[in-house]
């Protein structure tokens, strides 16, 4: 009988924990920073394709172009040459280190870089000027405002 009990208590006890955990995990969620960060994942990858395409499609063609149409992609140093068989097919996969795809990798991490560092230099621009604006003046008082009223009626009757 006292099992009984005790199993029905942990039952009860382990129905209350994954309650809490529950709302625990509602109120991580429902912050503001969580969502802030999910967003900023989401448009980072976002912002890393396009830099991936940049970087590809229009930084390395004229680089190519002016080391006489170089591939950087493909540049790499073999360590170990493919082994093919008599029939074609390939008995050992080539052995290397792909460098050029590192400079590839570089290069777009250097633009990623220096996007980031305009984003973050324009916003503190913005940031700047909004500090310089002047305050806008206090609003008078009712007591002032009466007064106001008053010295404007005796310039008017002078």
């Known amino acids: 009988m006292s099992l009984d009990l005790d199993v029905k208590k942990l039952e009860q006890e382990a129905v209350k924990t994954s309650l809490g955990l529950v709302h625990e995990f509602k109120e991580f ?25 940049l970087v590809k499609d229009v930084v390395m063609p004229p680089i190519g ?17 493919a082994v093919i068989g008599p029939d ?19 290069i777009n ?7 980031i560092f305009w984003v ?9 000027h909004e500090a ?9 008082s009712p007591q002032e ?3 106001i009223e008053i010295r404007d009626l005796l310039a008017r009757e002078k």
């Open 29 to 53: 969620i429902s912050r503001g920073n969580v969502i802030d960060l999910a967003v900023g994942v989401i448009i980072g990858g976002a912002f890393g394709q396009i830099t991936t395409s």
């Open 145 to 147: 405002k009466l007064l």
């Open 109 to 115: 991490f250097l633009i990623v870089s220096f996007v």
């Open 132 to 140: 310089e604006k002047p305050a806008d003046p206090p609003v008078p």
């Open 65 to 81: 172009y002016f080391t006489s149409g170089l591939d950087f992609s493909s540049i790499k140093y073999v360590l170990q040459p």
């Open 120 to 128: 973050v230099k324009s916003v503190n621009i913005l940031k700047r």
């Open 88 to 106: 074609a097919k390939v008995l050992k996969p080539e052995v290397a280190i792909g460098y050029g795809i590192f400079f590839n990798t570089l």
